[in-house]
């Protein structure tokens, strides 16, 4: 059973850092992982993703400010944040499509297996 634990959210001042991190258990680290989020009221968006052979794709909120990173040997997805703005506040999401060998796409429809989420709220 796969199963994805994130953590490292906080409540931080704008311009500040912050790094999630995201467990997974249940298989090991191929196919898709990404990083979503949701703001209240609002759908969820992909952040960025990274494929089996470590290419990432990022969303144009992310690009520049934010970097996905994963440790195979570990089993855990990471997300380094930085230069956070107050519209970067929302649940933070890790998701996993372990079945996909190709091109990775930053639509939450396509990952099967979801985290609880991790709050992020950045003040101006």
């Known amino acids: 059973q796969v199963q994805l634990v994130e953590s490292g959210g906080a409540s931080v001042q704008a311009g500040g850092s912050l790094r999630l991190s995201c467990a997974a258990s249940?298989?090991?680290?191929?196919?898709?992982m990404g990083w979503f989020r949701q703001a209240p009221g609002k759908d969820r968006e992909g952040v960025a993703v990274?494929?089996?052979?470590?290419?990432?794709q990022y969303a144009d909120s992310a690009r520049g400010r934010f970097t996905i990173s994963k440790d195979s040997a570990k089993n855990t997805l990471y997300l380094q944040m930085n230069s956070l703005k107050p519209e970067d506040t929302a649940t933070y999401y890790c998701?996993?499509?372990?079945?996909?060998?190709?091109?990775?796409?930053?639509?939450?429809?396509?990952?099967?297996?979801w985290g609880q989420g991790t709050q992020v709220t950045v003040s101006s």
């Open positions: 998701a996993a499509e372990p079945s996909n060998r190709g091109t990775c796409y930053i639509v939450p429809g396509r990952f099967p297996y």
């Open positions: 990274i494929d089996r052979m470590g290419r990432l």
């Open positions: 249940g298989y090991t680290s191929s196919g898709c």
